[in-house]
């Protein structure tokens, strides 16, 4: 199997701290005899923007769903800040606490206000009393422009608006790693330049992030480090500038002509 | 038309036009009736039948209620009255009112406590049907209305509703003490201890300590007993059935097996067979000289009948959400308890409110079962001692049409409170 690691990265446009954030090491998963996630290795470092692309089907959400245990793997090992991702149930709790996921269905709770959405987790699972998640959510709610929508549902705002709420709910809870499932898949053409820039800003500020996307721009603009997952594998991984220029692999080489063809 | 042209395409509207009112057909009563009863010839003819409908049956029974007797002794007082004209007997609701209530053998001067009980039943749910209305405050008397209610109904010292709200106090207290370790411990820890409060307390002499006069469960009736038995066991089987319904969809094989087995056994079994049950066969099961409460063993088999079928619904209900809300709801790191109470149930029971009503208004009419193991509730009292006697041998109509008037106005009320609540509920605006 062609992989051209390059676990370490090379200077990029944020300093990427050499503390390891997530330490993924021969991690197998399977459906049923379905072999999705085949001998994955990956190492981010805290502070790292990871774009992962690839054909549907090719396991990239899968993968990152395993991060935070909605999917459970069957052999290999998965570390996230230090704590080895096991089957016990506080375990896993502790871990989905620290990372922050955002879903291509945004998934806010629709009985909620925006405002009880972010401050939910805090209240319940960090203990935060409750005017002070209140004040933490009208804070990342202003970071993402929507703070007047706080009494709203969420069945009353557009679709990037409920997007970034999303983004807004996850970072309440302080979260150390966020991770992206396909965030602007569900999004119409003109919203999805508001999440994308949310996004941007939260590189910018040093977030260790791992996005699944179609959006070769923001690869491009904000990643530090590309990986090209096919059949349940990493096909190939750089830094975006030679991974869009000078793709090694040749199923990257044709997944980049059809991405970027028209 | 002069200021069209007709075969230029250029135009210039030189003057605008005045609103003007519509026609007279397509106005008020006549428009009306123009589209809903005679838009066609078969509907007109419809029209007409259904009207002439209507009539026959409002000549036959406005006569019957208007001309009808509420003063008489008899059935046969009544028909001298009469004389032949069409008329109802009323009578014999105003004769037998109490009896139709509260059943023929609650003692008469104690009324007021069933009363009472009945009144204060609209201060005790208040706070949970209007949630919005009432201070939060009022759901301390909620929590012990049931408790109030039966000494008020039953009478006897005061002592033994106590004592059965400490049992449940303890075994709170023991839940809150430990399901922070483990949901299962605290469940269970909190069980064991209400039981183990009750066990040492049932050596306590309770007797005569702020006793009321106690009345025994076979002496209740009437009314008064179906609404007994529907307001327990809707109340009761909510909870069992939220319960079953999240086991059925448990991981562990074990509750998962129980849940399952549970719910497809009652519900493939006659509530009728299972008011046998308790009513006969429940007592070989005990040991010999337990005695068993007639209404509590009945309460508790209408109850596991209701919850079965509300597990049922509510399962539906938990169906019905998107997988990505318990992914969500699991992504912020909420445990299994808080992601069900706080995210998961208060939608899937909204969704499941139409299903829940039916089943309790199902419940609650089905309440009138009871007189097949012979309990004297509404139905009971009127197929058993007043039809049987000798003054009112024969009154079917009223009675039975009173019986069919109230449970009418009660699951009406019900079905009415529920659209209201689905209305309130509706935030999503999907």
């Given at each position: 199997m062609a992989q051209t690691a390059v676990d370490t990265p090379s200077p990029a446009k944020l300093e990427v701290s050499d503390e390891v954030a997530i330490q993924i090491s021969n991690m197998n998963k399977w459906y049923g005899t379905f072999?999705?996630?085949?001998d994955i290795d990956l190492t981010v470092y805290r502070g790292e923007r990871i774009v992962i692309a690839g054909?549907?089907?090719?396991g990239k959400s899968t993968l990152i769903r395993c991060i935070n245990a909605l999917e459970e793997h069957q052999r290999g090992r998965i570390e996230v800040d230090g704590t080895v991702l096991s089957s016990d149930i506080k375990n896993i709790d502790t871990i989905r606490s620290e990372v922050g996921m955002v879903f291509q269905h945004f998934n806010l709770f629709p009985h909620l206000t925006i405002l009880e959405n972010c401050t939910l987790a805090p209240i319940w699972?960090?203990?935060?009393p409750k005017h002070e998640a209140e004040k933490t959510a009208m804070h990342f709610l202003e970071k993402v422009k929507i703070p007047e929508q706080a009494d709203k549902y969420p069945g009353q705002l557009s679709g990037g608006q409920q997007q970034r709420v999303a983004i807004a709910r996850s970072l309440c809870m302080k979260p150390r790693i966020m991770l992206f499932d396909?965030?602007?898949?569900?999004?119409d053409p003109e919203m999805i330049k508001e999440v994308l820039d949310t996004m941007v800003e939260l590189a910018e500020e040093g977030m260790t992030m791992i996005c699944v996307t179609h959006e070769m721009g923001f690869a491009r603009q904000v990643a530090n480090r590309v990986i090209f997952m096919d059949q349940g594998q990493i096909v190939e991984q750089n830094e975006p500038e030679e991974f869009f220029n000078n793709p090694q692999n040749p199923r990257t080489k044709l997944f980049l002509s059809q991405i970027l063809g028209h | 038309m002069s200021d069209l042209h007709a075969h230029s395409v250029a135009y210039v509207r030189e003057s605008m036009l005045d609103q003007q009112p519509p026609p007279a057909t397509e106005t008020g009563v006549v428009k009306w009736m123009r589209s809903n009863l005679f838009s066609t010839i078969p509907n007109a003819i419809l029209t007409l039948l259904a009207l002439w409908a209507l009539w026959s049956l409002l000549s036959g029974v406005a006569p019957w209620l208007l001309n009808g007797i509420w003063t008489a002794p008899s059935l046969s007082a009544c028909r001298e009255i009469l004389d032949g004209a069409t008329g109802g007997c009323f009578s014999v609701l105003t004769e037998r009112w109490n009896q139709l209530l509260f059943?023929?053998?609650?003692p008469s001067e104690l009324y007021w406590r069933p009363t009472l009980a009945f009144v204060l039943l609209f201060v005790a749910i208040a706070p949970v049907l209007f949630f919005n209305t009432f201070p939060r405050r009022m759901l301390i008397f909620t929590a012990i209305y049931p408790f109030l209610a039966y000494w008020l109904i039953w009478g006897g010292s005061i002592l033994v509703p106590l004592l059965a709200a400490v049992g449940l106090v303890a075994g709170y207290f023991v839940y809150a003490r430990f399901v922070a370790q483990s949901f299962a411990m605290g469940f269970f820890g909190g069980i064991v201890a209400a039981f183990v409060v009750w066990w040492i307390t049932g050596f306590l002499p309770v007797e005569g300590i702020l006793a009321l006069t106690p009345v025994e469960s076979r002496n209740m009736g009437g009314f008064m007993l179906n609404l007994i038995l529907g307001s327990v066991c809707v109340s009761l089987s909510i909870p069992f059935g939220i319960a079953l319904a999240l086991g059925r969809q448990s991981r562990m094989p074990i509750i998962k097996w129980i849940c399952v087995v549970f719910i497809e056994f009652i519900r493939g079994v006659p509530l009728i067979t299972l008011l046998f049950v308790a009513n006969v066969v429940l007592a070989y099961f005990l040991?010999?000289?337990?005695?068993?409460d007639l209404i509590l063993r009945v309460i508790i088999m209408i109850t596991m009948f209701a919850s079965a079928y509300i597990a049922e619904v509510i399962r539906g209900g938990l169906a019905a959400l998107p997988k990505g809300q318990y992914e969500a709801a699991d992504s912020l790191g909420l445990d299994y308890p808080q992601a069900m109470r706080l995210i998961i149930l208060p939608q899937a029971l909204k969704i499941s409110i139409p299903g829940i009503v039916n089943v309790a208004v199902g419940l609650f009419k089905d309440t009138t079962l009871v007189s097949v193991i012979s309990m004297f509730d509404l139905v009971g009292m009127i197929r058993g001692p007043i039809l049987a006697s000798t003054e009112w041998n024969g009154v079917y109509w009223e009675l039975l049409g009173f019986a069919a008037l109230l449970f009418f106005v009660t699951c009406y009320g019900i079905s009415q409170y529920s659209q209201w609540l689905e209305r309130q509920l509706n935030t999503d605006r999907r």
């Open positions: 072999h999705v996630l085949r054909p549907s089907g090719s699972v960090r203990k935060t396909e965030p602007t898949s569900a999004l | 059943g023929f053998q609650y040991p010999p000289g337990t005695n068993f």
